[in-house]
């Protein structure tokens, strides 16, 4: 059974940056697409952005457009999302998620089978 382990998660500055990591310890993640969904309290999960088992980047949010970039390292078996110029709007615990099969899009999270516990992120002063 795979798992799904996000970290990196913590309290940074508006204006500041954190990078998330998602592993899969024991599997294979580029054989995986790979997507990043947040929830902030009191709101549903949001889609942020995805990479296809080749590589293929799709941003789900405008919100994040341009400042969060997610990645996968495949020599480290990791992927990231790379969150810069954050603001308190996208204070979440962010989580990982990952399926084997994407049908269509992957910017919904009833595509993905497996997920990790998430990582909080707080954007305060």
């Known amino acids: 059974q795979l798992k799904v382990v996000e970290s990196g998660g913590g309290l940074v500055q508006p204006g500041g940056s954190l990078r998330l990591s998602c592993t899969a310890p024991?599997?294979?993640?580029?054989?995986?697409?790979i997507g990043w969904f947040r929830q902030a309290p009191g709101l549903e999960r949001e889609a942020v952005s995805y990479i296809s088992k080749s590589g293929g980047i799709t941003t789900c949010s405008d919100s994040v457009k341009d400042r969060f970039t997610i990645s996968r390292d495949d020599a480290q078996n990791t992927a990231y999302l790379q969150m810069n110029n954050l603001n308190p709007e996208d204070t979440a615990v962010y989580y990982c998620a990952a399926t084997d099969f994407l049908r269509r899009t992957g910017c919904t999270s009833r595509a993905y089978s497996y997920w990790g516990q998430g990582t909080p992120v707080t954007v305060s002063s």
């Open positions: 024991g599997f294979t993640l580029n054989l995986y697409v």
